[in-house]
């Protein structure tokens, strides 16, 4: 086994020391002339001297007359995470202590603020160094530290080289976070996998290692919520081999598996009010002579036999058996995350993830939440007539459907015949990886649309 990303202490926000930590002043754009008419003289010419304009997202600092550092600022707008994210990268690698002016700054704000300050510590590294970046004394609450840590958990996981992240080191991180929290965890694999679980079974069957249902519990109050990822720790394309390119960065195929993790680790550190279920379908789509064929007929746990239409849709496969499983419990609400389709990329780009939902208010209150925290997802239809091409299989239900077009939407069509339309269910199809850097956003694993779901579910357990 691979040594555990997941430890105790691995995504602690370890407060710096703070004896020599000046105050980072956060203003607005709006109070940044009064802010500056509020400075001595000196910090007024030092400000001129160096022509420093105070617009959105610039920060710097000011230094004593004996050459001390006496303040940092940054002065942010509308997109406050990331320009304090920004700042962190911009400014010498400090300890500050966050300190807000004016009134017009929320509670929420400072911790977006300080979360843009967290992040920006985030480093891929195998020795787990945060980055040389400024850093802040105070200004953390716990809720900030939860998203913390479900942030970096999540894009740790995505980073980790499949040969490490297999199904089974998986389900060893999920028992790891699980046990943690004092949550109840069961692996399900081997012989009892293919008896209950046929279609996970079936897509996994060709790898070295088998597949598993990762299965967890915690929490006995409030609104029972089911969290579902898809976790394909590789994604070859099986028979329908995928080309080079194509197969470069599909470690990242369990990015559904790590957002559902994240999320849960952030919900059992805040101590959400929650009866919280997290279900995690882990396989590796691998080549073979047990690797599943094209328009081979298989057996799903819902018992609804399925035509697989192509082996490298094998996410919908095994989501199809853990959404079954899933509705059993009649969760208050289901999520689902998945590197799902190539067509949700196309019709929204890498960077925001699409929402489909059962219920309208539901899409709505995830998409709002969403632009709150400057984390989008944006919902596309489950559009009804679509459901015929996944009726034209052959032999049994299509899990692809013939047409090539409006492929993320029949892909949530066919989650939807395992889920039914009844239940309180949102599927996020996600690309779980950033491109290139932003600040706070390194290249490599992210977490995309995970605050939003949180603030969701924070709503549901508030009644």
């Given amino acids: 086994m691979s040594a555990l990303f997941y430890t105790d202490t691995a995504y602690q926000l370890a407060a710096p020391q703070t004896d020599s930590a000046p105050p980072l002043w956060v203003i607005s754009q709006a109070n940044s002339q009064s802010w500056h008419e509020g400075l ?10 160096q022509n420093i304009t105070l617009s959105g997202g610039t920060a710097g600092l000011l230094l004593d007359e004996t050459g001390h550092i006496a303040m940092g600022y940054v002065i942010v707008t509308d997109s406050l995470i ?19 002016y004016g009134d017009d700054l929320s509670a929420d704000d400072l911790q977006l603020i300080a979360l843009g300050f967290a992040l920006a510590r985030y480093q891929l590294s195998k020795e787990g160094v945060s980055r040389d970046v400024a850093s802040l004394a105070t200004g953390f609450d716990d809720e900030t530290a939860a998203l913390y840590e ?7 996981l995505i980073n980790a080289p499949a040969n490490q992240m297999t199904p089974a080191q998986l389900a060893n991180e999920a028992v790891a976070l699980a046990h943690h929290y004092g949550a109840d965890c069961e692996v399900i694999t081997g012989a009892d996998c293919e008896a209950r679980f046929p279609a996970l079974y079936t897509v996994g069957r060709a790898a070295e290692i088998g597949p598993r249902l990762i299965d967890f ?45 994240g999320l849960a680790a952030a919900i059992m550190h805040s101590k959400l009010p929650v009866k919280l279920r997290v279900l995690i379908a882990a396989a590796e789509n691998a ?14 746990a819902a018992g609804i036999k399925v035509e697989v239409g192509n082996t490298d849709a094998e ?32 019709a929204l780009g890498t960077e925001c993830p699409a929402l489909f939902c059962n219920e309208a208010e539901t899409a709505q209150r995830i998409m709002a939440c969403g632009l709150a925290a400057d984390d989008p997802v944006w919902q596309l239809p489950l559009f009804e007539p679509y459901e015929r091409f996944l009726d034209a ?5 299509s899990s692809t459907g013939q047409s090539g077009y409006g492929g993320a939407i029949t892909a949530a069509l066919f989650l939807r015949r395992f889920t039914g339309k009844e239940v309180n269910w949102a599927h996020i199809d996600v690309m779980a990886w950033n491109l290139a850097s932003r600040p706070g956003r390194p290249r490599g694993g992210e977490a995309m649309g995970l605050r939003a779901c949180y603030a969701y579910i924070k709503e549901l357990a508030a009644g």
Avoid: N
Wanted: charged share 20%; proline share 4%; with cysteine.
């Fill in 393 to 397: 299989g052959h032999m049994a239900l």
């Fill in 287 to 300: 080549v073979s002579e047990k690797a599943m064929r094209p328009m081979d007929v298989i057996d799903t």
């Fill in 315 to 346: 996410g919908r496969l095994v989501l199809a058996d853990a959404l079954d499983l899933a509705i059993k419990d009649k969760p208050d609400f289901l999520l689902d995350f998945a590197t799902l389709t190539g067509a949700a990329r196309v």
């Fill in 217 to 261: 519990s915690w929490g006995d109050t409030g609104p029972a919520i089911t969290l579902v990822g898809k976790g394909i720790t590789f994604d070859s394309g099986g028979l329908d081999l995928k080309p080079s390119k194509a197969m470069e960065m599909m470690k990242k195929d369990m990015g559904g598996a790590a957002h559902v993790l």
């Fill in 82 to 100: 990331w320009q304090a994210a920004a700042a962190a990268q911009t400014l010498p690698a400090h300890s500050y202590t966050l300190t807000a």
């Fill in 150 to 156: 479900g942030i970096s958990f999540c894009r740790d």
């Fill in 40 to 49: 001595s003289a000196f910090h007024q010419q030092s400000l001129a001297s």
